[in-house]
């Protein structure tokens, strides 16, 4: 069973900085489309990034230039490091695992139903 723990989730003000980690419990560089999601209260789980197991990246228009997401293979780990935040970005933030389906799309165009593993969640709250 795979396992996702998050952690660096904060209170920060608008313009503020903070790092997400993901440690991934079998972690491997091989197969997986790793990635993060975020929800606020009263609206849709977004998909805001996602790093294929070719390294490839991609985010979602509303993080685009301040968000970016990278793994350290040898510590099993995720990150998505945020900056200029605004008061937008508040919401509870989801590291997600996935198996790439041999022929299959990119993760990239991947729907919340194609993660096989989510997070806890870790919750990020930036006040204006």
């Known amino acids: 069973q795979v396992r996702l723990m998050e952690s660096g989730g904060d209170s920060v003000q608008a313009g503020g900085s903070l790092r997400l980690s993901c440690a991934h419990s079998?972690?491997?560089?091989?197969?997986?489309?790793m990635g993060w999601f975020r929800q606020a209260p009263g609206k849709e789980r977004e998909q805001i990034a996602t790093i294929d197991e070719d390294g490839s990246t991609n985010y979602a228009d509303s993080v685009k230039g301040r968000f970016s997401i990278s793994q350290d293979v040898a510590k099993s780990t995720v990150y998505l490091q945020m900056n200029d935040l605004q008061p937008e970005d508040t919401a509870m933030y989801y590291c997600v695992a996935g198996q790439n389906r041999l022929g299959g799309p990119p993760c990239s165009v991947w729907s919340s139903a194609d993660f096989d593993y989510w997070g806890q969640g870790t919750q990020v709250a930036v006040s204006s």
């Open positions: 079998e972690y491997t560089y091989s197969g997986y489309c």
